[in-house]
């Protein structure tokens, strides 16, 4: 039994296409003793402007912003037109100039800009679907899932097996105790 009127599953998550158009009525949930699994969409990240033509473009800046503002990146996983960072961030400053900083130069990655020129987006359009999706992932078993699923997600765009076999492949995998799959082996997952 919960307190009468908090919804404390709703209070864990902020961001992502639940928003709708209208600026936020409450702050964004953070916890800096506490994971949080971001996800960051755009629609234009496709075909040539895919995320996955630039990746180990995108994972090192991730990591390199990450260590100037004071948040750590756990795992990225890159799923072409979005990405999902699970990280730890030192306080709420840290974690809004990380956001800040990341969303800018991807987005300038992926279209080809320049820093202060007239953007390849015409009048009124937002390279970000929305605002970035952030969930505060408790230590211990929630922190193991999203690992999981991140890992999960990242085998389904490397060998591009539909999400049902690649799930068997890390299950079976994980199960015997001898060498990873050749894709994790790789670094691929």
């Known amino acids: ?10 209070q864990m998550a902020f961001g992502g296409t639940q928003m709708g158009k209208s600026n936020p009525k409450t702050a964004r ?19 040539a402007r895919s995320f996955l ?19 750590k990146v756990y795992r990225v996983a890159n799923a072409g037109n979005h990405l999902h960072l699970l990280v730890k961030f030192l306080n709420r400053r840290a974690l809004q100039r990380f956001l800040r900083a990341v969303t ?3 987005a300038r990655i992926t279209l080809g800009a320049q820093k202060g020129s007239p953007s390849a987006l015409k009048e009124g ?4 679907d929305a605002r970035p999706f952030t969930r505060i992932v408790a ?13 999960l997600n990242r085998l389904e765009v490397a060998t591009g097996l ?5 799930r068997k492949l890390l299950a079976t995998h994980s199960r015997k105790a001898q060498s990873p799959p050749p ?7």
């Not at 949930?29 to 075909?47: D, E, F, K, P």
């Open 1 to 10: 039994m919960g307190l009468a009127g908090m919804n404390f599953k709703k």
């Open 29 to 47: 949930t953070v916890n800096s003793r506490q994971g949080l699994h971001i996800v960051l969409r755009s629609r234009y990240a496709r075909g």
């Open 53 to 71: 033509t630039r990746a180990r473009e995108i994972e090192a800046l991730l990591k390199d912003v990450g260590s100037r503002t004071g948040v």
């Open 104 to 106: 800018g130069i991807i």
């Open 125 to 128: 359009e937002r390279f970000w």
């Open 139 to 151: 230590w211990g078993r929630d922190f193991n899932r999203v690992k999981d699923y991140l890992r």
């Open 162 to 166: 539909p999400r049902v076999e690649a």
């Open 183 to 189: 894709l994790v082996a790789m670094g691929f997952v």
